[in-house]
């Protein structure tokens, strides 16, 4: 019995890490095309390691960038206008000199 507690607690664990990833790869493998160049719109980001789509909709989106070195991780929210891609705004929510220490989940860095 404990024995199928214990595989239990593990796979609820592992579902619990592991969807999240699972839903922004599937999200970005097909969305992300979109996206690609997105980050130019901020006009402080000039080259990003990766990108990933953490939440689509037909009218909205929010993509999370890792600029070049992975210096920050920059949430950038997007808004269909006229039938293009505009961002709303983004949030820098790390950086490696400590100016924003926030997270993501999932994590990404």
Do not use: Q, R
Not at 26 to 31: D, E, G, R
Not at 39 to 62: H, L, R
Not at 72 to 93: A, L, P, S
């Amino acid at each position: 019995m404990k024995k199928k507690i214990v595989i239990g607690i593990t796979i609820v664990f592992l579902l619990v890490i592991l969807v999240p990833y699972i839903k922004n790869d599937i999200l970005t493998f097909k969305y992300g095309e979109m996206f690609k160049n997105g980050y130019k719109e901020t006009g402080m980001i000039d080259v990003v390691d990766y990108y990933k789509v953490f939440s689509y909709s037909e009218n909205e989106a929010k993509v999370f960038y890792v600029c070049d070195g992975h210096e920050t991780g920059n949430f950038i929210y997007f808004k269909k206008v006229d039938g293009k891609w505009k961002m709303k705004y983004y949030d820098t929510v790390w950086s490696k000199t400590g100016s924003a220490s926030g997270f993501t989940f999932p994590l990404y860095y």
